[in-house]
Structure formats: C-alpha cells, structure tokens
C-alpha cells in the first residue's frame, strides 16, 4: 500500500483544515489507517485511528475537535481538523495495517509522506 498524505498549510488558530489520506496499490479495505504528527523537537505522537467506516479513536488532545473518516469510494482518509490551536503544529502523516495495535503503536508497515501544518496564533 502507498499512502499520499496532503492538505497541509498555514492557518490561523481558530481555522479548521482538512488532511486526505490517499491509497494506492491497494484498497484500504481492512486496514486500520491512523494519522500522527511530529511538532518540532518533539516526539511523533498518534492522533486518531480509523476501522472500517466507523470504528475510531483520538487521542485525548484532538478529541472533539478532529474528525477522521473514510471514503471508500476514493480510496482516501480524511483527518478533518477543527478549531486548531498553535499546539496543533506538526508534520502530519498517516499509516495503515492491518491491527489496531500496530497502527496505534507507531510500528505500522505502511507510511505516508508528512505533510506540514503551521497554526498561526
């Protein structure tokens, strides 16, 4: 599976941005695609999973505030990101396996590419 993740920028806090997460060379089908982001001089942290169409789960920090959901018909993952804080600064990127565990772990087999998102205070 390749992963193409993309729609990062710079906002403004309070401003909301959309993340698509796409698949090639692959349906995501079962796989379990998470999302993560690494501020700088920080540690890469998980941000929200996504199962199926409706099985997810955040991380304490963006619950409420960031969606994740798929597409199947795109082959995509969308991180809907709303009222975004300075905080939320980060290289964002995504990872799909086959376990949840892998996936929340950090030790996932399929990586995206990072795509940058800078929130302006």
């Known amino acids: 599976v390749q992963l193409q993740a993309s729609g990062g920028g710079l906002v403004q806090a309070g401003d909301s941005l959309r993340l698509p997460c796409a698949a090639s060379g692959r349906t995501f089908g079962n796989y379990v695609v998470g999302w993560f982001r ?12 996504i199962r199926g169409s409706e099985n997810t789960y955040y991380a304490d920090s963006v619950k409420g505030r960031f969606t994740i959901s798929k597409d199947n018909a795109k082959n995509t993952v969308y991180l809907q990101m709303n009222s975004l804080k300075p905080e939320d ?18 030790t996932a087999r399929y990586w995206g590419q990072g795509t940058l998102v800078t929130v302006s205070s």
């Open 38 to 49: 690494q501020a700088p001089g920080k540690e890469r942290e998980f941000v929200a999973h």
């Open 89 to 106: 600064t980060a290289v964002y990127c995504c990872a799909a396996d086959l376990t949840i565990s892998t996936v929340r772990s950090g």
